[in-house]
């Protein structure tokens, strides 16, 4: 079992830029692929970013391409999310997901842990 824990989020204006952090407890956190899904209103859930047990892969949406990126440090359980040049169609709730595999896991169906979610709201 993984337990997931979402922070960071918040209130921002176009152009500007956040943080999200993930924390993990139970299982060994590098036994785990981690990725980063959202959620907007009416939408369903879409992956943003993920990286790999060791966080030497990594994969990206393509609107998350150049301006987010994803990190995480085993030695603290911690995963993050740094996103700049945030545009109001980033605005969602964001969701930190633990995969079974190892690997970068691109698809909501292959995680079997997630978080609560933290809400991003970009203004224009």
């Known amino acids: 079992q993984v337990q997931l824990v979402e922070s960071g989020g918040g209130l921002v204006q176009a152009g500007g830029s956040l943080r999200l952090s993930c924390a993990a407890s139970?299982?060994?956190?590098?036994?785990?692929?981690m990725g980063w899904f959202r959620q907007a209103p009416g939408k369903e859930r879409e992956f943003v970013a993920a990286?790999?047990?060791?966080?030497?892969?990594?994969n990206y949406a393509d609107p998350a391409k150049g301006r987010f990126t994803i990190t995480r440090g085993n030695a603290k359980n911690t995963m993050s999310l740094q996103m700049n040049s945030l545009k109001p169609e980033d605005t969602a709730s964001y969701y930190c997901?633990?995969?079974?595999?190892?690997?970068?896991?691109?698809?909501?169906?292959?995680?079997?842990?997630w978080g609560q979610g933290t809400q991003v709201t970009v203004s224009s």
């Open positions: 997901a633990a995969s079974l595999y190892t690997i970068v896991v691109v698809t909501t169906d292959f995680y079997d842990y």
């Open positions: 139970g299982d060994t956190f590098s036994n785990h692929g």
């Open positions: 990286i790999n047990w060791s966080g030497e892969d990594t």
